[in-house]
Structure formats: C-alpha cells, structure tokens
C-alpha cells in the first residue's frame, strides 16, 4: 500500500511539472487563466489513479479467491487424511479382536 502511494505521488508531481512547464508552449497564454496547472492535476490525478489501481485491485480480488480456494482444498485434504488415520487404527483394532477371537496370537 505504502508503494502505491508513493506511485500516486509521483504521478501526481510529473503531471504538475508537465502542467508547469510544457503545456503553456502547447497552448495560448490566455488559456491558462482557465485553467490552472494545479487544477489540471487535481483533475486527472485521481483519473489516472483509479486507471493504474484498477488491475491491482482486480489482481488483489483474484488472489484472495484463490486463497479462500486453497484454504477450502486444504480443509478438505486435512480432514481426509485424518480420517484415513483414524480408519486405519480402527482396521487395526479390528483385525487384533478377529485374530484374538479366532485364537491366533495377533502380530505386534
């Protein structure tokens, strides 16, 4: 977030230095009393802070469904491996109580 203000920040001062200093030899002099340098970037700056934040934001919105993705696949995976877990020491369980009760020594 912090680089991202400091890109609207310079964006905002490049866009005053070419307000300043290129733009009156594009235009009549008499223009200028309409429109004001400082007035120009506060006009275009949140323009071109919303053009270059957009796809951040749009990026930004995609990552975090893919982590709510990856969290659910990870419940998911996590609550199967448990219950193998738990399958298998009941299967081992069972297989001690069928050789004790058949009389076979159960192997350790």
């Known amino acids: 977030m912090a680089m991202t203000i400091l890109f609207v920040e310079l964006i905002i001062m490049v866009l005053l230095h ?5 733009l009156p030899s594009v235009f009549p002099e008499s223009i200028w009393w309409i429109i004001d340098p400082l007035m120009l970037v506060l006009i275009l ?3 071109l802070v919303n053009f270059f934040l957009q796809p ?3 990026k930004q919105q995609e990552l975090e469904r893919q982590l709510d993705e990856l ?5 998911l995976t996590v609550g199967r ?3 193998i877990k ?3 020491e009941e299967n081992s369980d069972l297989k001690t109580q069928l050789l004790i009760r058949s009389g076979q020594e159960p192997s350790p």
């Open 18 to 22: 070419f307000a300043q200093f290129l």
């Open 45 to 47: 700056a949140p323009i």
């Open 56 to 58: 951040m934001r749009v």
């Open 71 to 75: 969290s659910r696949f990870q419940k």
């Open 81 to 83: 491996e448990l219950r």
């Open 86 to 88: 738990e399958l298998t």
